[in-house]
Structures are given as C-alpha cells and as structure tokens.
C-alpha cells in the first residue's frame, strides 16, 4: 500500500498561486507515476497533471497548461503542484494519485492505483 497525504490548499484570489504538496509513504515512492486530479462542486474528476516516475516526462490538462507546474522530489517522496495565475474556475478539491503500472494514458482515473484525501483550494474571484 502506498498512503498518500495532500497539503497545502486553501483559499487565494484571482491571479495568486499556491503549491500543493503531496507526501507519499510505504513503499518505494520512486517507481510510481504521479498524477494530480481534481474535483468541484457537481461536477466529474478532472485531470490535472502528471509526472513520470523520473520526472522527465509531464502531461497537463488543457485548462492549466501554462499555469500550473507538476514536480517532483524522489528523495522527499513528495509531488508538487505549482498554481500560477489562479482563476476562480480552479476552485476545487485537488487529489494526488498514483500509477503503479502504465496503462497507456495518464489522463484518466483508471490509470491510477492510489489516491489522496484530498485538498481544497477555493480561488475568490
């Protein structure tokens, strides 16, 4: 089992940024793909970002790209989403994920084999 733990949500206005963090724990961190999703109010799980287990390779989603960055620090077992320019439309509950093995895509809930409690980021326009 691999306990992943979000952080680092809360609330900004328009234009700000945040960093979310999520802290991984149980087994070897390294070996697992690591996505961000998120979620608002009424509607589906969105995805967000990934990142390969070397962090040489990142996918976004559409409506973040340019925006926010997804990164990663192997020794801290941790993933980073950094939130630029910050619209009220990213308001949400932001889930870390895991990819034990490689199913093809990133972009989608099925690819993922762990998922975090979650955090809310609420963007005030």
């Known amino acids: 089992q691999l306990q992943l733990v979000e952080s680092g949500g809360g609330l900004v206005q328009a234009g700000g940024s945040l960093r979310l963090s999520c802290a991984a724990s149980?087994?070897?961190?390294?070996?697992?793909?690591m996505g961000w999703f998120r979620q608002a109010p009424g509607k589906d799980r969105e995805f967000v970002a990934a990142i390969r287990w070397s962090g040489g390779n990142t996918y976004y989603g559409d409506s973040v790209k340019g925006r926010f960055t997804i990164s990663r620090d192997n020794a801290k077992n941790t993933v980073y989403l950094q939130m630029n320019s910050l619209k009220p439309e990213d308001t949400a509950i932001y889930y870390c994920?895991?990819?034990?093995?490689?199913?093809?895509?990133?972009?989608?809930?099925?690819?993922?084999?762990?998922w975090g409690q979650g955090t809310q980021v609420t963007v005030s326009s």
């Open positions: 994920a895991a990819s034990q093995d490689y199913r093809g895509t990133f972009y989608y809930e099925f690819a993922y084999d762990y």
């Open positions: 149980g087994r070897t961190f390294s070996s697992y793909a």
